[in-house]
């Protein structure tokens, strides 16, 4: 026997209808990229959605076909993923931080039909577009004031190009599964792979995310994004806040401490979301100018493990709340987030910034594993750690244009990390499965060794990487990026990380370098580093021999 429940498909033009209804006056502010601050609503971002959505339909994109963005958060870039899922077309966030010929590799292999993109990308563009031949059309996220003299094919400025329709149209009718947006993972190896959300993911996802121990908006919310909405989905802010009809922030270019600031101050932001770096830049603004945090209740910081020192300062110094949250590309993107169960909830001091270096506990719709190398499930007691896989309805089961299925006999992605889970289900990456040192027989975790090397007060970013020895197979080396006008000897950083983990765990080297090389999204790039340093010397290995 079937429920006798009303057949209401989850489509994601549902949500933008909702907030337009419900929360029709709230507030969507931009720094925009021609400069100034611009206001809108959500009644009025629907209303707009709806105008490209006819606008594309003129032109002729159908259910399934790919739009790409190349933008940064904006109202617009907000109106452009709800119009163009309202006809049932696909979002493509393009990452513009990638290495050119990977924009122009992505761009090709989703064979993405329309572009939209900021003022600023348009030099890169220009560059690119003999190598984009699909792209029929360049749409520039202006107005017509602010165009300018460009040579890509059928450029327009968006505000004239939807002004050429009337807004008389309705949302197109299709299937909750049907293909919603598209991103592509970094592809530290080989080429990008792209994530294909559906209607279906991204509506249950939204509605994960606001669970009260996620992000859990609500209406009287100011939710500000940091995080682009070219990273991982924009970490499903673009859904759960109209859900909850929370207002938003976006800051536009600008992602530097000053201007984030600003926003946070000027609009009254309760909650935000971005990379460690992002809030690196915005503490030592604070600190340089002495501001305070008073509107802001809660930042989430997860793409790479969250600093020990940035979740202190934040809560003892800023009265503010950090999450520490974990997730992928691959999974919509939120897996974990650490807030606190009743098990944890009295912890305080150092013993609460401990559970805190976790990246958390999964909420429903999300499930986890952790297996050997057999396959065979491990404990979870907190200290034995093995690959950690995944399931759930927002989770990917294949890469587009990839015939092979990526899950196992039981259903679950391999996220490609090593992590330890504990008996109250907290979940803690210990390593990426390719960085991880192998040192004689055993595991050493490369961020554990980070996390406590930037608790130093000379350093200002650090990795580990597994440097070949004769003995042990690999044993680690610390590199060292020290802060602005400081110095330190390898065994002043040595000693103050001596007796805080096991001692075989102790690096064998330090080498202090200018700057450590990021990928695309602010990860450290362990396979430049590894190559960097593949012939290194440790002075244990020299005297094994
Ligand atoms: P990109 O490289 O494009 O940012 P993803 O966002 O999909 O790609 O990267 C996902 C990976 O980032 C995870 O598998 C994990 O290794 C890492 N990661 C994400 N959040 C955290 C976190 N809080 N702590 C440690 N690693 C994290």
């Known amino acids: 026997m079937l429920g006798l429940m009303q057949d209401w498909p989850l489509l994601c033009h549902r949500i933008i209808d909702h907030a337009a209804i419900n929360h029709a006056e709230r507030p969507i502010v931009t720094r925009s990229i021609e400069g100034p601050l611009h206001a809108t609503t959500y009644a009025e971002v629907r209303a707009r959605a709806l105008r490209l959505a006819q606008r594309l339909d003129k032109d002729g994109i159908r259910l399934g076909d790919r739009v790409a963005t190349l933008a940064w958060n904006t109202w617009r870039h907000l109106e452009a993923w709800y119009g163009i899922m309202g006809i049932g077309a696909i979002y493509h966030t393009v990452n513009p931080r990638l290495f050119h010929d990977q924009i122009a590799w992505i761009v090709n292999h989703a064979e993405d039909r329309v572009m939209l ?8 563009l220009e560059k690119l577009a003999d190598k984009l031949p699909a792209i029929e059309r360049y749409v520039v996220l202006t ?3 602010h165009m300018p ?28 599964n049907t293909a919603s947006g598209m991103c592509y993972t970094s592809g530290t190896t080989g080429n990008p792979k792209g994530v294909v959300y559906s209607h279906r993911s991204n509506v249950l996802h939204g509605l994960m995310a606001n ?10 919310d100011v939710v500000m994004p940091v ?25 536009g270019a600008k992602l530097d401490g000053a201007s984030v600031f600003e926003l946070l101050d000027r609009y009254k932001v309760t909650c935000t979301a971005a990379v460690p770096t992002v809030w690196l830049m915005l503490l030592q603004h604070l600190e340089g100018t002495g501001s305070k945090l008073p509107h802001l209740k809660k930042v989430i910081i997860g793409g790479s493990a969250c600093p020990r020192a940035v979740a202190k300062v934040f809560q003892d110094i800023y009265g503010v709340e950090v999450i520490h949250a974990w997730g992928m590309t691959e999974m919509s993107p939120l897996g974990t987030a650490c807030t606190f169960k009743p098990e944890y909830a009295a912890l305080a001091g150092d013993a609460r910034l401990d ?20 396959g065979k499930r491990l404990p979870w007691d907190g200290k034995t750690s093995g690959r950690l896989k995944v399931r759930g309805p927002c989770v990917a ?13 039981e259903g679950f992605f391999d996220t490609g990390d090593v992590s330890t889970i504990d008996r109250y289900g907290y979940m803690q990456v210990t390593d990426r499965a390719k960085d991880v040192i192998k040192s004689g027989g055993e595991w050493i975790s490369s961020i554990d060794l980070e996390n406590l090397a930037v608790g130093h007060p000379k350093v200002a970013e650090a990795a580990v990487i597994g440097v070949k020895h004769p003995k042990w197979d690999e044993r680690p080396l610390l590199v060292v990026v020290l802060r602005k006008d400081q110095s330190a000897t390898r065994d002043e950083i040595l000693k103050f990380m001596c007796g805080k983990v096991a001692n075989w765990w102790m690096p064998d080297d330090v080498v202090f370098v200018d700057e450590i090389p990021h990928t695309a999204t602010g990860k450290i790039q362990k396979t430049v580093l590894r190559e960097r340093f593949k012939n ?10």
């Open 117 to 124: 993109a900021d003022l600023t990308f348009i030099p890169l």
């Open 143 to 145: 107005d017509g004031a």
């Open 149 to 176: 003299q460009t040579s890509l094919k059928n450029a327009v400025s968006y505000e004239d190009w939807i002004s050429e329709v009337d807004g008389d149209f309705a949302w197109k009718k299709f299937d909750e």
């Open 211 to 220: 669970n009260s121990d996620m992000k859990g908006y609500s209406s009287r």
């Open 227 to 251: 995080v682009p909405m070219f990273h991982a989905n924009c970490w499903a802010m673009m859904f759960a806040a109209p859900i909850a009809g929370a207002s938003m922030v976006m800051p």
């Open 355 to 374: 559970i805190q270096q976790k990246q958390g506990q999964s909420p429903f719709m999300v499930e986890m594993k952790i297996i050997d190398d057999a």
């Open 397 to 409: 089961r294949a890469y587009f244009k990839e015939d092979d299925g990526l899950l196992d006999e």
């Open 536 to 545: 290194f010397v440790l002075p244990s290995a020299a005297a094994a021999r």
